[in-house]
């Protein structure tokens, strides 16, 4: 818990001014001489008491500590009763006993508790005047903090979600995490469990019922209650870390009394050095045993904690086998329907697959011959036609297949030049140059 001992209340700026603070020490006016004033003031002191709060960390209070926590070079606050009265009308406020009674009652179920169950504790109107001890010692809960403070403790508790605590770990593991002392726990604690958002196991001790055991009920958990296998669980655990502390105390005896024995031998005392040997050995033959049982202990902790685990994941397993058959049944899918599903699709696909092929090898567009779209480009530019030399005809093999070879003017002149005259052959004569050409 945390200790507000060294801690001081924060106290608003207006505090030091003493003007101010006169004012709102002051006893309340009618609140139709000063409207303004009148809201003001009371809203001051209710953000005081939501203050005090939070700072005690316990959402109950009585008058008599808000005149100690509120009190001001010697002068306390002549409001107060006021104050309460208007946050009990206005339902900021409900006495402990009521709130105990019943945290999660409604405004009209506490109406009709309180008039019509217990006519008698309430049925005179109640005089607030400062001047009533019992009045000054009635503890009241403030609604609004306490609903913030079970909020915070839900999500500390929920990294402990399923298991069964002993009061004094839970105490342990909020001590870091929030402002709230045992009262303000127990609250907490008593509101959850009308919430039914933890499980409490009571004990009584003097006449005092008192927490004994807390359960974090998991997130899976639909009627939380503390079973015989949680208190099995917890009695294991408990004696694991009773047998720890044993065990580390008696490391710490066996030292000392081989310290002292050694002592002893060195004083030349052998009797005594012998007494705290055999002692020594007590101890470690002690210690042994301890230790089996704390390897035992562990052993089995280690397999219940397997158990559960395997115990969740069966479960899964079982919902989700439910779950996947539920959609199978709901989507209509077996083996003989998805067989003949898929049949049909084949069958599809084949018939798209000739329709296509059936597209593909219809020749619909018109052929037009390479040669003249070439001449036509070559117009269309205005650039002059190519003359091309004489296509020679080639015969091939056996057959009568002739291929016509396109040749340019560039390589005709080229082929010509290449042309030799035989020696035999009749050559013009260079003085006659009208001379005949014989062949």
């Known amino acids: 818990m945390v200790d507000t001992k060294d801690k001081k209340l924060l106290y608003p700026p207006c505090w030091s001014d003493d003007t101010r603070m006169d004012v709102l020490m002051a006893p309340f006016r009618l609140k139709s001489v000063n409207p303004e004033n009148y809201v003001s003031k009371m809203l001051f002191w209710q953000e005081m008491i939501t203050k005090y709060c939070e700072f005690k960390g316990s959402p109950s209070f009585n008058k008599r500590e808000l005149q100690v926590a509120f009190q001001r070079k010697n002068k306390t606050p002549y409001g107060l009763d006021n104050v309460l009265e208007e946050m009990r009308n206005l339902r900021k406020i409900r006495t402990r006993t009521e709130y105990m009674y019943d945290p999660e009652n409604s405004w009209t179920g506490w109406a009709i508790n309180s008039f019509v169950k217990k006519p008698l504790w309430w049925g005179v109107k109640k005089v607030w005047t400062a001047?009533?001890?019992?009045?000054?010692?009635?503890?009241?809960?403030?609604?609004?903090?306490?609903?913030?403070?079970?909020?915070?403790?839900?999500?500390?508790?929920?990294?402990?979600?399923?298991?069964?605590?002993?009061?004094?770990?839970?105490?342990?593991?909020?001590?870091?995490?929030?402002?709230?002392?045992?009262?303000?726990?127990?609250?907490?604690?008593?509101?959850?469990?009308?919430?039914?958002?933890?499980?409490?196991?009571?004990?009584?001790?003097?006449?005092e019922r008192k927490i004994h055991l807390v359960k974090i009920p998991g997130k899976t958990d639909q009627n939380p209650e503390i079973t015989e296998t949680d208190r099995a669980f917890h009695n294991l655990q408990m004696t694991q870390k009773n047998l720890t502390v044993q065990l580390e105390s008696l490391e710490t005896d066996i030292k000392a009394t081989d310290d002292k024995a050694?002592?002893?031998?060195?004083?030349?005392?052998?009797?005594?050095?012998?007494?705290?040997?055999?002692?020594?050995?007590?101890?470690?033959?002690?210690?042994?045993?301890?230790?089996?049982?704390?390897?035992?202990?562990e052993t089995l902790l280690?397999?219940?904690?397997?158990?559960?685990?395997?115990?969740?994941?069966?479960?899964?397993?079982?919902?989700?086998?439910?779950?996947?058959?539920?959609?199978?049944?709901?989507?209509?899918?077996?083996?003989?329907?998805?067989?003949?599903?898929?049949?049909?699709?084949?069958?599809?696909?084949?018939?798209?697959?000739?329709?296509?092929d059936t597209i593909a090898s219809a020749h619909l567009n018109e052929k037009f011959d390479d040669?003249?779209?070439?001449?036509?480009?070559?117009?269309?530019?205005?650039?002059?036609?190519?003359?091309?030399?004489?296509?020679?005809?080639?015969?091939?093999?056996?057959?009568?297949?002739?291929?016509?070879?396109?040749?340019?003017?560039?390589?005709?002149?080229?082929?010509?030049?290449?042309?030799?005259?035989?020696?035999?052959?009749?050559?013009?004569?260079?003085?006659?140059?009208?001379?005949?050409?014989?062949?």
């Open 131 to 207: 001047g009533d001890d019992d009045d000054a010692l009635l503890d009241y809960i403030q609604l609004e903090i306490v609903k913030k403070m079970c909020a915070d403790l839900a999500i500390v508790l929920q990294k402990h979600s399923g298991k069964l605590l002993h009061y004094d770990e839970v105490k342990a593991i909020i001590s870091d995490a929030m402002n709230l002392n045992d009262d303000g726990l127990h609250i907490c604690l008593h509101t959850l469990f009308c919430q039914k958002k933890v499980v409490l196991e009571f004990v009584v001790e003097n006449n």
């Open 262 to 297: 050694r002592q002893y031998l060195k004083e030349n005392k052998r009797q005594l050095a012998k007494t705290y040997l055999r002692k020594k050995h007590l101890l470690e033959k002690n210690y042994e045993k301890r230790s089996i049982a704390l390897n035992n202990v």
């Open 302 to 356: 280690s397999s219940v904690d397997e158990a559960q685990n395997n115990g969740v994941i069966l479960e899964t397993y079982k919902i989700g086998s439910k779950a996947l058959q539920k959609v199978l049944n709901d989507s209509g899918l077996k083996y003989d329907n998805v067989d003949e599903i898929i049949s049909d699709v084949k069958e599809a696909v084949d018939s798209h697959d000739e329709i296509q």
């Open 371 to 439: 040669g003249d779209l070439e001449r036509e480009l070559r117009e269309i530019l205005g650039e002059p036609e190519q003359k091309t030399a004489a296509a020679a005809e080639v015969v091939t093999g056996g057959n009568n297949n002739i291929q016509n070879i396109e040749v340019t003017d560039e390589e005709l002149l080229a082929m010509l030049e290449g042309l030799e005259v035989e020696h035999d052959s009749p050559t013009k004569s260079s003085s006659d140059p009208n001379a005949n050409e014989t062949v």
